[in-house]
């Protein structure tokens, strides 16, 4: 019996995100378990109002915008926030979209990382996750940028399951739960909550809206 087929929407600020996404549709896809077929329409745009301006969207529809904080300093945290303001404009461009944020305190490096390792620590720099990247995948990247080069992504990328998506969204409800546990306050912009500190990151939440659509989880 032929699976039905159901589409979610995601804009993305980098390529890793846009590679991570295309493997999980394909992963779900292949697992005989699944209840359903995944399409993601993923379109890499920094600007959310970009994305809803060339859509095609025609009905209520939920889309997720990933985007990282980087770091502390003001030119990223304006930046940050400057991308939630786009977020709220672009739901009042006339079409019935409903944007969700996906955001990553420092990088979406911090997602990679906990498919496989439980990084709770508090980093001074985004260019620690290099030593997390190593140490979760048994590598010995340079840089992150040798870490997300197409090729080498990839085949980081083919030594995932689907069991390994599943501990990524146990690790990040633990990280978040302990933010709440030690008394830390999300900050509330427009509407969008999210912790100053990290680690943090809600990108989980959408990951795990489409696995517990699928039934597999």
Same mark, same amino acid.
């Given at each position: 019996? +032929?699976? %039905? ?12 995100? +846009? ?6 549709? *394909? @992963? !779900?896809? /292949? ?23 060339? /859509? ?12 990282? !904080? ?10 940050? %926030? ?7 404009? =672009? ?5 019935? #979209? ?9 990088? &979406?490096? $911090? ?10 620590? #508090?980093? =001074? ?15 010995? &990247? ?9 090729? %080498? &992504?990839?085949? #980081? $990328? ?7 998506? @599943?501990? =990524?969204?146990?690790? *990040? ?7 709440? !546990?030690?008394? $830390? ?14 680690? /943090? $990151?809600?990108?989980? @939440? ?10 597999? !989880?």
């Amino acid at each position: 019996m +032929r699976k %039905e087929t159901i589409k979610y929407f995601f804009s993305v600020e980098g390529d890793t995100e +846009r590679w991570y996404l295309n493997w999980l549709q *394909a @992963k !779900i896809n /292949s697992n005989e378990y699944s209840r359903y077929n995944i399409k993601i329409d993923c379109k890499r745009c920094s600007d959310p109002r970009t994305y809803v301006k060339n /859509s095609n969207i025609l009905k209520k529809t939920e889309v997720t915008h990933l985007v990282d !904080i980087e770091s502390y300093e003001d030119s990223h945290i304006k930046r940050f %926030e400057c991308t939630l303001d786009n977020v709220k404009e =672009a739901q009042k461009m006339g079409k019935d #979209i409903r944007y969700v944020l996906g955001y990553s305190n420092f990088t &979406f490096e $911090l997602w990679m990382i906990l498919h496989k390792y439980p990084c709770n620590k #508090i980093l =001074a720099d985004r260019t620690q996750y290099l030593e997390f990247i190593n140490k979760a995948y048994n590598e010995n &990247f340079k840089s992150l940028k040798k870490f997300k080069n197409e090729k %080498e &992504f990839h085949r #980081i $990328l083919s030594n995932l399951t689907l069991d390994d998506v @599943k501990d =990524a969204i146990n690790r *990040a409800k633990s990280i978040m739960s302990d933010k709440s !546990i030690n008394g $830390l306050i999300e900050k509330n912009y427009k509407g969008y909550k999210y912790y100053v500190d990290n680690p /943090s $990151l809600s990108i989980y @939440k959408s990951i795990e809206k489409i696995l517990t659509t699928c039934e597999i !989880i």
